[in-house]
């Protein structure tokens, strides 16, 4: 039986952010009127955001252990865990607020 959780990379960087191809596939979904395409996306953020709700909702213990890059995706996910232990190196950013718009899936 597993007492604690622990997430972390092999290599040099700990997560390049979230594959963008994720948001080019709900897009590309959408059909319909503007108000139905917002809510469709609307839909998908919440369950994207599940996946790290998860974590912040089990039973035991989650270690996120980081090294090099953490971007975007990779910080929702680190947020989610209940500790966060770091090399020296560890960098974080969220890239969205540099584009401007919302980090809406836990940030």
């Known amino acids: 039986m597993a007492r604690v959780i622990i997430i972390c990379a092999e290599g040099h960087h700990f997560s390049a ?20 395409r917002a809510e469709q996306f609307r839909r998908g953020v919440l369950d994207l955001r599940r996946a790290f709700n998860i974590l912040e909702e089990i039973r035991m213990p989650v270690i996120s252990a980081i090294q090099g890059v953490c971007i975007g995706g990779g910080m929702d996910l680190i947020c989610a865990t209940n500790m966060r232990f770091c090399c020296d190196d560890a960098f974080f950013t969220i890239k969205e607020t540099e584009l401007g718009i919302t980090a809406d899936v836990g940030t």
């Open 17 to 36: 952010g979230m594959d963008l191809e994720v948001f080019n596939h709900m897009i590309a979904a959408f059909k319909g009127e503007p108000a139905r």
